[in-house]
């Protein structure tokens, strides 16, 4: 009793000297206590992502025709975009360096192919569009290549993500760059294949949250 007692002494002498000291405890609290409430942002973002990602690679693949391809528009600016975005931004507040940084930056990679095709793209010359396109998606191949590396400490399910994404950026730019449909058909085959695994992974957070347990694993791979 007369350690606790001494403890509430130190603590208003402390606030006497410093006024904001209450307040600023207190803000801490409250953002503390925010966070602890916040749902898990990952499978919104893994979902926008694996959407928009089938649609396109399916065009990429040569499953549906090309001129389907607009569709995709829509996807990129609200889902694949402004929906990952957002899951982007939630992972900051949960402290998450590893999803804010992801989430944040597909969708702004969404976002930007969305602003290329819907504005730009008609004022590259013809003779280098391919070009364009190809260091946009070799540069995005060596952003998800260190994501890789840092996915694997993560779980098996998103480090196959980022294993297959690697290789369809990488495959995408060189089938841009050499004109190679082939490249790029198998680029898209593998993009399913991305989403595919990013639903998976999406589907597991859903899942596993609301049954509360594991039903889908995912393999931790942090230890």
Same mark, same amino acid.
């Given at each position: 009793?007369?350690?606790?007692?001494?403890? *509430?002494?130190?603590? @208003?002498?402390?606030?006497? #000297?410093?006024?904001?000291?209450?307040?600023?405890? +207190?803000?801490?609290?409250?953002?503390?206590?925010?966070?602890?409430?916040?749902? *898990?942002?990952?499978?919104?973002? +893994?979902?926008?992502?694996?959407? $928009?990602?089938?649609? +396109?690679?399916?065009?990429?693949?040569?499953? @549906?025709?090309?001129?389907?391809?607009? @569709?995709?528009?829509?996807?990129? !600016?609200? %889902?694949? &975009?402004?929906?990952?975005?957002?899951?982007?931004?939630?992972?900051?507040?949960?402290?998450?360096?590893?999803?804010?940084?992801?989430? /944040?930056? %597909? &969708?702004?990679?969404?976002?930007?192919?969305?602003?290329?095709?819907?504005?730009?793209?008609?004022?590259?010359?013809?003779? *280098?569009?391919?070009?364009?396109?190809?260091i946009f998606l070799f540069a995005w =191949?060596?952003?998800?290549?260190?994501?890789?590396?840092?996915?694997?400490? /993560? $779980?098996?399910?998103?480090?196959?993500?980022?294993?297959? +994404? $690697?290789?369809?950026?990488?495959? !995408?730019?060189?089938?841009?760059?050499?004109?190679?449909?082939?490249?790029?058909?198998? =680029?898209?085959?593998? =993009?399913? @294949? /991305?989403?595919?695994?990013?639903?998976?992974?999406?589907?597991?957070?859903?899942?596993?949250?609301?049954?509360?347990?594991?039903?889908?694993? $995912? #393999?931790?791979?942090?230890?």
């Open positions: 009793m007369a350690t606790n007692v001494a403890s *509430d002494r130190d603590i @208003i002498v402390e606030n006497s #000297r410093d006024p904001m000291a209450g307040q600023t405890a +207190l803000a801490r609290e409250t953002v503390s206590a925010m966070s602890a409430s916040i749902a *898990d942002p990952g499978p919104l973002g +893994l979902a926008a992502f694996a959407l $928009t990602t089938f649609v +396109l690679s399916s065009v990429n693949a040569g499953w @549906i025709s090309k001129g389907t391809e607009p @569709i995709v528009l829509g996807l990129a !600016l609200t %889902y694949g &975009g402004l929906a990952q975005l957002l899951a982007g931004m939630w992972e900051f507040k949960k402290g998450n360096t590893f999803g804010a940084t992801a989430f /944040t930056s %597909y &969708g702004a990679f969404w976002l930007s192919f969305w602003a290329f095709v819907a504005f730009y793209a008609p004022k590259v010359p013809k003779a *280098d569009v391919a070009h364009a396109v190809g =191949g060596i952003f998800t290549l260190y994501m890789l590396i840092a996915s694997l400490k /993560t $779980t098996g399910a998103i480090a196959a993500v980022f294993t297959l +994404l $690697t290789v369809t950026f990488f495959l !995408l730019a060189i089938g841009e760059w050499g004109g190679t449909e082939s490249l790029t058909k198998l =680029g898209g085959i593998l =993009g399913v @294949i /991305t989403a595919l695994a990013a639903w998976y992974a999406s589907m597991a957070g859903v899942v596993n949250s609301t049954f509360g347990k594991v039903v889908l694993p $995912t #393999r931790p791979l942090k230890a």
